[in-house]
């Protein structure tokens, strides 16, 4: 039936284009020459000479979409080129001059022309100076080098042909090159200080959620150039905004050569190691003329990763946490067709996009803590030792699906769109965990990483023990399963053009829904030995089963109305409309084996041994939220963002926990406004931008309904939690100010920011502690003088004229004040208030010495002061710092060289195991062979063997230093062949 269908549209629409002729097609981006900034509104139209017909006429859209990522003015006409026919191309925009281009069409004139290699420069009214001079000017290379960076409005153009790579360099070697582009030590990518999100090719998602596919496997030489830019992702699904302008998430779009839009890139790569490391990986992309197909996979036992890690921070080659053996593979794939159509101008369209990612992974982590907890009569001090042994397999779908039906409402030609967004997610595991742990009254003695634990359960524990105090010694060992299934994000939207006008327009019904179902069991040993013979030790054998399954049916639909900007001020109005409906239930049972002897299945039906509890929730929420925009008059560049979400929310609780019995419902409602003024500074307007931003706003945030249950969870004996009725709701008070400035012509960028958050009712923690048993019960309360001070200030900018040195800077300082209850067995309630000071500076400075030689020097400083007006509390200084050179050679022999040093120190822990120092040392050298096909790499990691990570976390209640095992050094020789297939009759786009 699908075929029929297809045939007969694709019937129609050859039939239609014969009788009215050829189809053509005329692009291009219209920029203002002066400045450089995209003119978005500006007008193309063509008219027929011979007879002064209007062809057609086009407008210059800000639309950029996943299926449009290089939006621009687009004309679309049908003309019977039998003979010449004259035609004059006209390029308006109010406020400037017209551009007028000549044209001949005959029978040999190409259907898709790009005009001024889609860019088109135009020129003010009242400008005086030549428009070909300016176009030049614009053009003009820097002492003889090629501009390395641009600015298209707030897009920034990154030229790969401008920056000298060795042969073989894959993407990333480029990326690394960037001005303003940063990886920092935790993985993120920033460009100016600002967040990239994902990373896209040819303006659409690459392998989502695994986005260094991208980075390590496209060769360089097929880059044409790397745009940043925002990105609306909801506006591309759904054809509305869900952010305002100032606060869409950036992106990294790596555009290719027009010569590889077809044919197909791969590679494929072994190596060998010392302490028997191996990796082996191959990847190949496929340009199809209605699509691509790319697949990869890759095994080693590197810890390598490659991965997106979500949430904001990019994974990096290795993931420093544990040891892994990983097998990942692959496939995306992209493919669109289009038809014309007789009924209308627009054409029907299919889009479709299959991302899959299979992964195989073991994974050995052991940690060391090292934990302070602060209470009113004298800290206690705890150690921990763990070792956690796991296997996960993952599969991962990310599908789209988009469909244009061409419609003619009233004579005019419009689109009628429906949009899917499935998903499946499946995950099934076994991990093996051990764990031993002691709690002291005194401050043990750890001149080693988890000295303390070690000693403590080795043959001298007793006067280990009884020297420090111990209370006592904790042994847990469990044995685990899981499972996970979900389908998520199945979305189907439709967008009724047909009731947009020039002042409204609506995103018709948007329907999305997703599924979640987890299985989780482990059997468990746990062995508490108390010193004081007082009291029992504890000995529990568990077995434990938790199932929950989630869904969620959400229905949402908006409106928006524009006013013109020549009656007043540009304003827009949206509503939006919604319901949802979640369900939630989990159920947990617990058995106890008291008897060692019993068999599991005696264990399970003797109810005296079942811990049984089961949660089910029914969540309804009605939702209404209003949004105002108002661009004042352009003498002025302000701008005011109004709004206002809020919503009726029913919660209906079901909860079966031994004798309790609850049922509860509860009607909440939620206001959650928001105010933001944005000024820009118009005065220097152009090759200097200044912004100013206001903010404030106020989110309500319920409690739980579980948490308002009078429960006591006690499967741990030695941690205890429990739940409150008396929970009320947490408000939070936001505010920020801040500043940018940007210099485009010299690449200048200036960032500055405070903020302050107040809390209101905030979700603490009460602790509660037994001195005699070592019991720790945590209850949640409500906390009020919580408030959050914070200011940063960051900039990024070239240091000489031949932009050879760059220089960025990034400042914080934050201070939290959290206060929270502290009491100890026989003793008063006491507010545990906690000054947190925290002091970050990170400077980077970069020297293109020349065409081989690269020197990156950053250094990175952090500090934290925490103090409190406790007398027990004792005020805790650290910090660390690391300075890190990065040196990029090209050798003699065409070997290119990467080494990379790094020192850091840690202080103000007071312990010989945390207060350490080290000095890590990576090098990388490649040579690159027959034209760049045959690379033959040596990769040497931690030279020296001195990598420590540590990690540090401190809170109202105690602090906690962990220590994580790592890879070890190694030394690795690989071998790559990269290839490329290009197709005899590849031609490139006509300019």
């Not at 135009?122 to 176009?135: A, F, G, H, P, T």
């Not at 003024?677 to 579980?706: I, S």
Request: some cysteine; proline content about 3%; overall charge neutral.
């Amino acid at each position: 039936m699908i075929k029929r269908l297809i045939t007969i549209i694709v019937t129609i629409a050859l039939s239609t284009a014969m009788i009215n002729g050829k189809h053509y097609r005329i692009f291009t981006h219209i920029f203002d020459v002066e400045t450089g900034e995209r003119l978005f509104g500006s007008t193309l139209q063509l008219t027929n000479m011979a007879n002064g017909e209007l062809m057609g006429n086009a407008v210059d859209h800000n639309t950029a979409n996943e299926w449009n990522p290089d939006p621009g003015c687009q004309l679309n006409f049908f003309v019977n080129p039998s003979d010449s026919i004259p035609m004059q191309l006209t390029i308006k925009r109010d406020g400037y001059k017209d551009k007028v281009y000549d044209l001949t069409f005959n029978k040999d004139f190409p259907d898709y022309i790009d005009i001024d290699n889609k860019k088109t420069w135009i020129i003010r009214k009242d400008c005086e100076e030549d428009l070909d001079k300016l176009i030049k000017l614009q053009e003009v290379t820097v002492v003889a080098t090629k501009v390395k960076m641009v600015m298209h409005g707030d897009t920034i153009v990154y030229d790969a042909s401008a920056f000298k790579l060795t042969e073989g360099s894959m993407l990333d070697a480029l990326v690394e090159q960037l001005p303003g582009v940063r990886l920092d030590n935790n993985g993120r990518m920033t460009i100016n200080g600002e967040f990239i999100s994902s990373l896209l090719v040819d303006g659409k998602e690459f392998f989502k959620g695994d986005s260094n596919v991208a980075l390590r496997n496209l060769p360089s030489y097929t880059v044409k150039n790397v745009n940043v830019y925002q990105r609306d992702e909801h506006f591309e699904r759904f054809g509305v905004s869900e952010h305002s302008p100032n606060e869409l998430p950036w992106v990294m779009d790596v555009r290719l050569k027009p010569q590889y839009h077809k044919g197909f890139l791969g590679n494929v790569e072994i190596g060998y190691g010392t302490d028997n490391r191996y990796l082996g990986r191959f990847f190949g992309l496929e340009y199809t003329y209605r699509g691509r197909v790319a697949a990869y996979g890759a095994i080693n036992n590197i810890n390598n990763e490659t991965a997106f890690q979500g949430g904001g921070s990019w994974g990096g080659d290795r993931v420093l946490t544990g040891l892994r053996r990983i097998i990942k593979a692959g496939v995306d794939c992209s493919w669109e067709k289009r038809w014309d159509v007789n009924w209308s101008d627009c054409q029907l369209r299919l889009k479709l996009n299959l991302n899959a990612i299979y992964t195989n992974s073991d994974v050995d982590i052991q940690n060391h803590q090292s934990s302070e907890e602060f209470l009113p009569n004298g800290s206690n001090y705890i150690s921990r030792k763990s070792a956690s042994l796991g296997k996960d397999n993952r599969v991962n779908c990310i599908g789209y699906i988009a469909l244009d039906i061409p419609v003619k409402i009233n004579g005019k030609s419009d689109i009628f769109e429906i949009q899917g967004h499935p998903s499946f997610n499946f995950s099934k595991g076994r991990t093996i965990d051990h764990n031993h742990s002691a709690r002291f009254e005194r401050k043990p003695d750890e001149s080693k990483v988890g000295g303390a634990t070690d000693s403590i359960f080795g043959s001298d524990g007793i006067e280990y023990g009884n020297h420090f105090g111990v209370i006592y010694r904790n042994s847990f060992d469990a044995t685990g399963n899981n499972k996970h299934i979900s389908a998520g994000d199945w979305e189907l939207s439709f967008r009724p053009w047909w009731l947009n006008t020039s002042h409204f327009y609506t995103n018709g019904l948007m329907i999305d829904w997703s599924y979640d179902k987890w299985n989780n069991s482990d059997v468990a040993t746990r062995t508490v030995e108390y010193s004081n013979p007082a009291v029992n030790n504890i000995f529990m054998e568990t077995s434990t089963s938790n199932a929950s399954t989630n869904w969620h049916l959400n229905l949402n639909t908006r409106q928006i109305w524009e006013f013109d900007k020549s009656k007043g001020p540009q304003a827009t109005i949206t509503l939006k409309e919604g319901w949802r409906h979640d369900y939630k239930q989990g159920i947990r049972n617990v058995y106890e084996i008291t008897d060692p002897f019993e068999t599991m299945v005696d264990a399970i039906h003797n109810a005296i041994n079942s811990y049984y509890s089961r949660e089910t929730v029914n969540r309804e929420y009605i939702m209404l939220a209003h949004y105002n925009d108002i661009a004042f008059s352009d003498n002025s560049g302000m701008e005011l963002n109004v709004s206002a979400t809020g919503g009726i929310n029913q919660n209906h609780l079901i909860y079966q926990r031994a004798e309790i019995n609850a049922d509860m419902t509860k009607i909440r409602a939620d206001v959650n406004p928001d105010l933001k003024l944005k000024f820009h500074d118009v005065r220097h307007y152009g090759e200097h931008n200044y912004f100013y931003t206001l903010r404030a706003n106020l989110n309500m945030t319920h409690p739980e309904l579980v948490d308002l249950i009078d429960y006591t969870d006690n499967l741990n004996p030695l941690m205890v939690y429990q739940g409150n009725p008396k929970l009320k709701t947490t408000y939070t008070f936001n505010s920020s100010a801040q500043f940018e400035f940007k210099n485009r012509k010299r690449n200048h960028y200036v960032r500055s920011a405070v903020g302050f958050t107040k809390y209101f009712n905030r979700k603490g923690q009460r602790l509660d502690y037994d001195s005699n048993t070592g019991v720790s019960t945590y209850k949640p309360i409500n906390v009020d003088g919580a408030y959050l001070i914070n200011g940063g200030i960051n900039f990024t900018l070239p240091c000489d004229r031949d932009n050879r040195w760059y220089i960025s800077s990034e400042s914080n300082v934050n201070y939290r004040h959290t206060p929270d209850w502290i009491s100890v067995t026989g003793g008063l309630s006491e507010l545990s208030t906690v000054h947190n000071i925290a002091v970050s500076q990170n400077v980077a400075l970069t020297w293109n010495a020349s065409s081989n030689y690269k020197f990156d020097l950053s250094i990175d400083g952090r500090y934290n002061n925490v103090r409190s007006q406790n007398e027990w509390f004792s005020t805790l200084n650290v910090g660390s710092i690391a300075t890190k050179l990065k040196v990029r050679m090209n050798l003699p022999w065409k070997i290119d060289c990467n080494t990379e040093f790094t020192f850091k120190q840690r202080m103000g822990y007071g312990e010989k195991a945390l207060d350490t120092s080290e000095y890590i040392w990576n090098l990388s050298a490649t040579r690159a062979f027959d034209k760049g096909r045959w690379v033959v790499r040596v990769d040497a990691f931690d030279i020296l063997g001195q990598i420590d990570n540590i990690s540090t976390q401190i809170n109202s209640l105690g602090r906690t230093e962990t220590w994580t095992n790592s890879l070890h050094r190694y030394v690795m020789l690989s071998l790559s062949y990269r290839f490329s297939i290009m197709p005899r009759n590849a031609k490139t786009n006509l300019l």
